[in-house]
């Protein structure tokens, strides 16, 4: 038997009236595990385990012989795994009191609400049958026949209910062994009621030949036990006697007992049940079904179940839940329905097909809630999820959705789209002057304005705050775009009526545009209309800006870089190299320019103006200036204590220069380093930076100058200072920028410049040094100018620290400037 039967759980009671009270059919259930999820109460009087016992344990540890179980257990995975059915069978199976017990076996596989396997068996008990074969084989006496082939007690008693001869088929049922009731009267081995009941059912078979319809109750070792005694009398020898028959009713007893429950389940349950017959007649309802529906019991018996339909659902639908039904036994889902009122309403219902031994359809039942609530609760947790609290707008989350679909929509139709971050110009004041409630009132009609300023397929969507975001659909170019956001920016500078007071503010709106060829994602399209929006801002409010591509690139270059050489210092890949300065006259090294490299960890060894003009602009600019200037210092320190007196020059930032407590700083690592004599270092500023708040420089260069700390103006002659600014700088040396010095042998102009610093270096007393000489000739020219300190790559290229005192150790002066004298 393999009917697709869908069976109860053991608490389903809804369907006890079916399943449980067939008295001679024990039903179990198991899982995929074996495990019994469901045991009627057939399959307690059959096998002796009550409900509680059986639950949860393993079919083979319960009823399955020892030497049937590995059988049993491979058969049973086989079907559960891979379908083979198991066939009805006679089998013996082990009681609880350790007997077995002769049973038809059938069985049927379904799967439960999460798609798992179980198995239902169902079990015949052959016990009659059985005896009735073993009176057929036994003639050794016909009345012991006859009694073993009834399942039933009988018993020999006199008039005063003494026990003469007992017969029982099941011994279990027996209050004591036989040996024990045999010669002892029914008054002491019965509890006194039953006793009672027994003298009674004696009494009256004495008066009038036979009684009938005494029930018993009993406590038995293994449960409760009731028993319906036929009593009848004959007449003996030595006085009357009376055989009593004494059957086992147990299970009716409690088939009534779960009738009378199930039946207080239908009537009590809170879901809705329809009860049809095969031919989908409604043959039974309860009053939950009449209080979801609207609909009397008397209102629908002998109608269809399509009088609720509601016209929703289309015919394929309702063939496919045939189709489950008739192949699957059940169908289970969400319906809407239709009350008596005329109000559509959704319910959730499973339907279950019920059929006979032959696998006819006789029934179907079918169990539904009223989900309105649910459904309310779901829509509303949806507008909470997805939409603005205060003006009902789409939020964040619904607006990554629909910008998704925006994308994915101008992608096929090759349309423009517009992503337009909208930012309120002036709104803070209004909920500072007039409080949070003017505000909110102001976005609610700002938001009305959107909306009506808007097409149907456009999105406004508010990310808090008085940030919005719209969304315009299927342009056709760009001056379609423009004209909305003109439209938008008239509505918001609109005076609005706030507080019973009038007030305006206006928007600055960012625009990304979207093509079919872009390549840009939701989160940089939103990314690049933020930006465009605070362009717009800085550009003077009440505007739209459209996002510039390039700009992006340049502007996300210079964060990466920025980033990497933040994470670069943390790591220690910047390097210190050191480029000496010569007197190119006497032929004297004196001293050596700290220049910054990063030694970085993919691209090499990097020269300063490949991140540094990136970087002095940045929050890095300060630590990493910082930095130079510490590692410079115990450079300096650790050749004084080799013994080389070697003066180090030290570029520093103007922010560095300005900062609060640099000379503190500086003043401390010369205390830390007393080997080191302060007028070995000097700090290079550039000359614009020096002019940017030249009081302030000029105080810090007297401060580092009472240290003993040098100063020297570098790159002189590419910035603005005048020559009032110029006598005001205490620096003690002026560097000619390289690009003058490089191109001096062939451009007059530069020549002339070179001469003009050199000049006004001599007139001021200030020392100079040309940078970029890069021959001979660039050093012979300079020193017939007078100027006879230079660097650059004709001296010496910038070196490892360690490689400094070899160099200095080997260098020789060209020849060709010792005697370099006079003018060019």
């Known amino acids: 038997m393999n009917n697709k039967i869908r069976m109860p759980h053991q608490d389903d009671a809804r369907f006890r009236d079916i399943f449980e009270t067939v008295s001679n059919v024990a039903v179990q259930g198991y899982d995929r595990h074996r495990r019994v999820i469901y045991w009627n109460p057939a399959s307690t009087a059959l096998y002796g385990y009550s409900r509680e016992e059986a639950m949860g344990r393993l079919l083979e540890e319960l009823i399955i012989p020892p030497a049937m179980r590995p059988h049993v257990i491979a058969d049973v995975d086989r079907w559960m795994h891979q379908g083979i059915p198991i066939p009805a069978a006679e089998l013996e199976l082990c009681r609880k009191d350790g007997s077995t017990v002769p049973v038809f076996s059938s069985h049927t596989l379904q799967y439960n609400a999460n798609g798992e396997p179980e198995m239902y068996c169902l079990d015949v008990d052959m016990s009659e049958r059985k005896r009735a074969e073993q009176r057929l084989q036994d003639s050794h006496a016909e009345l012991d026949a006859t009694l073993q082939a009834v399942p039933d007690l009988l018993f020999e008693l006199d008039s005063d209910g003494g026990y003469r001869n007992v017969w029982a088929h099941d011994p279990s049922l027996l209050a004591a062994q036989r040996e024990a009731l045999l010669g002892q009267n029914v008054r002491d081995m019965l509890p006194p009621a039953a006793a009672a009941i027994v003298m009674s059912a004696l009494a009256e078979a004495g008066r009038q030949g036979r009684s009938q319809g005494h029930v018993i109750h009993l406590q038995l070792p293994h449960g409760e036990c009731w028993f319906e005694l036929s009593t009848s009398r004959k007449a003996g020898r030595d006085g009357d006697r009376f055989i009593m028959l004494s059957r086992d009713i147990t299970t009716r007893k409690q088939a009534e007992e779960s009738q009378r429950l199930a039946a207080s389940v239908f009537a009590c349950s809170q879901e809705g049940i329809v009860i049809t017959d095969g031919n989908r007649r409604i043959v039974d309802v309860n009053p939950a079904f009449s209080r979801i529906t ?18 929703l659902h289309t015919p394929e639908f309702f063939e496919q839940l045939r189709r489950a039904l008739d192949e699957e036994g059940g169908w289970h889902g969400e319906l809407w329905n239709k009350r008596k009122s005329g109000e559509i309403y959704p319910e959730r219902i499973a339907i279950d097909a019920l059929r006979d031994s032959e696998g006819v359809i006789r029934h179907y039942v079918a169990v539904f809630s009223d989900i309105s609530h649910l459904k309310a609760h779901e829509a509303e947790l949806d507008r909470i999820a997805h939409y603005d ?22 992608r096929r139709s090759g349309r423009l789209l517009a992503v337009c971050y909208l930012d309120l110009d002036g709104f803070k004041p209004v909920n500072d002057n007039h409080g949070h409630a003017a505000g909110d009132q102001l976005l609610v009609l700002i938001t009305r304005q959107l909306l009506g300023a808007l097409r149907g397929d456009d999105t406004v969507a508010r990310l808090g705050g008085d940030e919005f975001v719209l969304l315009l659909n ?4 760009i001056h379609e775009c423009q004209s909305v956001l003109e439209r938008v920016l008239a509505l918001i500078a609109t005076p609005q009526p706030v507080a019973d007071v009038q007030v305006t503010v206006s928007a600055s709106i960012g625009v990304a545009l979207f093509t079919q060829e872009d390549d840009a994602d939701a989160d940089a399209l939103l990314r690049h209309a933020d930006q465009a929006m605070y362009r717009a801002k800085e550009s003077g409010k009440n505007r739209f800006h459209i996002f510039d591509a390039e700009q992006d690139r340049r502007l996300r270059a210079y964060w990466d870089v920025v980033a990497r050489a933040t994470a670069g210092l943390a790591a220690g890949e910047f390097r210190l190299y050191y480029q000496p300065k010569v007197d190119m006259r006497r032929g004297e090294v004196i001293g050596v320019e700290a220049l910054i490299r990063w030694q970085h960890p993919d691209k090499g060894l990097l020269t300063p103006g490949l991140f540094l003009p990136m970087i002095e602009n940045s929050e890095l600019a300060l630590p990493l200036g910082q930095w130079v200037v510490r590692e410079a210092v115990l450079q300096a320190a650790a050749w004084a204590r080799q013994g080389l007196a070697l003066p180090v020059s030290i570029n520093v930032f103007g922010e560095q220069l300005q900062q609060e407590g640099f000379v503190d700083s500086l003043a401390a690592m010369l205390r830390d380093h007393p080997e080191l004599r302060p007028e070995w270092i000097e700090l290079e500023i550039l000359e614009t930076t020096a002019m940017e708040d030249i009081e302030r420089v000029s105080g810090v260069i007297e401060t580092c100058s009472r240290l003993g700390v040098s100063f020297a103006l570098d790159d002189f002659g590419t910035g603005y ?14 560097k000619i920028d390289q690009s003058f010095v490089r191109d001096m042998l062939t451009d007059p102009d530069d020549c002339a410049i070179v001469e003009a610093v050199v000049g006004m270096a001599r007139t001021f007393g200030r020392k100079v040094i040309a940078e970029g000489v890069e021959t001979v000739e660039h050093g012979v020219a300079l020193l017939q100018l007078g100027c006879e300190l230079a660097q650059g790559y004709g001296i010496a290229r910038p070196m490892p620290a360690d490689a400094v005192p070899d160099w ?4 020789r002066a060209p020849p060709e400037w010792a005697p370099a004298t006079g003018d060019l």
């Open 721 to 734: 200072s005048s020559l009032t600014y110029f006598r005001r700088l205490p620096t003690r040396i002026l």
């Open 474 to 477: 299927d342009l056709a170019d």
């Open 389 to 410: 609290s205060l003006t009902g707008l789409p939020n964040r989350r619904l607006l990554a959705d629909r910008l998704a679909l925006a994308i994915a929509r101008s």
């Open 294 to 311: 609207g609909y009397s019991r008397e209102e629908v018996l002998g109608q269809t179940p399509r009088m609720l339909g509601s016209g």
């Open 808 to 811: 200095i150790h080997h260098w």
